[in-house]
């Protein structure tokens, strides 16, 4: 059916707190992606994952870390949340390599209080 | 780095006016995507335009790759496109695709 699907869509907690992102996608794409969007500042890649236990920092992976255990699911993990990481989280899938076109999900809206 | 550089920030125009977006980028693309996202929503790929000229319904997007700008031409705004317009290229070497910061378009009524 072509989708992403992000869980939860809002989040509220509190700093220190742990927190998990799901993502999940249903096109068998092998890369996944993990951005975060503030104002200002656009999107900026956290994680990317090539394939299941294959993942590599993008430009913002400080206090963040992932995991892919199954091609259709990538998770963000924030240990000890920070205020700092209050945003707008996307996950985002895509065919390997080319010209393929990105698919993102609708977002997760995280408040650490 | 890879750099992506989007003008205007923010245009208003009314309903029926045509709409320029640029996009400007530091060194070279293979990737070259143009999304839309809606007021507080998600992301919605429109095209990809690494090189050249390519035509979907009412866009336009013209990418010249030598001279590292690509632009997306949007004839005969209607409201419902409102919203930002990104910019994304490939950062050379890899598929991790780096965004600009939109253009925020309002077509009046």
């Known amino acids: 059916d072509m989708k992403v699907t992000q869980m939860p869509r809002y989040l509220i907690k509190r700093m220190g707190e742990n927190v998990l992102l799901e993502c999940g996608q249903d096109?068998?794409?092998?890369?996944m992606y993990w951005y975060r969007q503030d104002p200002g500042l656009g999107l900026q890649l956290i994680y990317i994952?090539?394939?299941?236990?294959?993942?590599s920092e993008g430009d913002i992976p400080k206090g963040y870390r992932v995991s892919r255990k199954k091609r259709e699911h990538f998770s963000l993990i924030l240990d000890s949340a920070k205020t700092n990481q209050t945003s707008v989280y996307f996950c985002?899938?895509?065919?390997?390599?080319?010209?393929?076109?990105?698919?993102f999900g609708a977002g997760t809206r995280l408040s650490v209080l | 780095g890879q750099q992506v550089q989007q003008s205007p920030a923010s245009l208003v125009l009314q309903e029926g006016e045509n709409a320029e977006l640029q996009c400007n980028f530091s060194?070279?693309?293979?990737?070259l995507q143009w999304f839309y996202q809606s007021p507080g929503g998600s992301l919605v790929s429109l095209l990809s335009?690494?090189?050249g000229t390519k035509h979907t319904g009412r866009l336009t997007s013209t990418t010249v790759t030598k001279e590292r700008r690509s632009s997306l031409h949007i004839s005969s705004s209607q409201t419902t496109d409102s919203g930002t317009y990104l910019c994304?290229?490939?950062?050379?070497?890899?598929?991790?695709?780096?965004f600009g910061s939109g253009t925020q378009l309002t077509v009046m009524p």
């Open positions: 985002a899938s895509s065919y390997r390599g080319g010209q393929n076109t990105l698919y």
């Open positions: 096109m068998s794409h092998e890369t």
């Open positions: 994952s090539y394939d299941v236990d294959s993942n």
């Open positions: 060194s070279t693309a293979t990737q």
């Open positions: 335009n690494p090189s």
């Open positions: 994304a290229i490939d950062r050379s070497g890899s598929w991790q695709l780096i």
